[in-house]
């Protein structure tokens, strides 16, 4: 019988290696997983919705076009995923973060939210829709070593 490819979106902060660490990991580790995300690189995601769509004369317009045309992506992506990854870094606020977790969640998705100890209080709503908390991406290619294999 051939073994299931699990389906994992990697959501949140892009300041980092998280990203890289547990695709590393997981590779290192044999687990059957196929990566996706979001776009990761600022600019463009910033910028989307008016380069592909046009101008925009305010800010708030701007972001908004933009922010709609990277839900295209967002969205359908999430709904493919087996697990969502939701990492919150320290820097910058990821409220796109926050709405991925809670769309996941409304989907019945598995969660697991990857912050940094600090920001429990901060993300306590967020984590109360996670299956597990993690504080580091090791933790997270554990995890999913376990609910792949069953192994610890």
């Known amino acids: 019988m051939a073994e299931q490819t699990w389906t994992v979106y990697l ?3 892009v300041h980092t290696d998280w990203r890289e660490v547990i695709k590393t990991g997981s590779e290192k ?4 997983v196929r990566f996706l995300s ?3 690189d600022h600019d463009a995601s910033d910028n989307c919705g008016v380069d ?3 101008g925009e004369s305010g800010s708030f ?6 922010a709609s045309v990277n839900a295209i992506r967002t969205r359908t992506l999430i709904e493919k995923a087996d697990v969502v ?3 919150f870094g320290e820097k910058y ?3 796109n973060a926050a709405f991925d977790a809670g769309y996941a969640a409304a989907l019945g998705k598995a969660i697991i939210t990857l912050h940094d100890p600090g920001n ?3 993300l306590k709503e967020v984590d109360a829709a996670a299956l597990a908390v993690a504080e580091a991406p090791e933790q997270v290619v554990r995890l999913l070593n376990y609910a792949i294999n069953g192994t610890l």
């Open 11 to 13: 959501s949140g902060e």
């Open 29 to 32: 580790a044999g687990l059957p």
């Open 38 to 40: 979001p776009v990761t």
């Open 52 to 54: 592909i769509l046009g």
């Open 61 to 66: 317009w701007k972001d908004h076009k933009g």
């Open 85 to 87: 990854i939701v990492r």
């Open 93 to 95: 606020k990821q409220w």
């Open 120 to 122: 429990g209080h901060a």
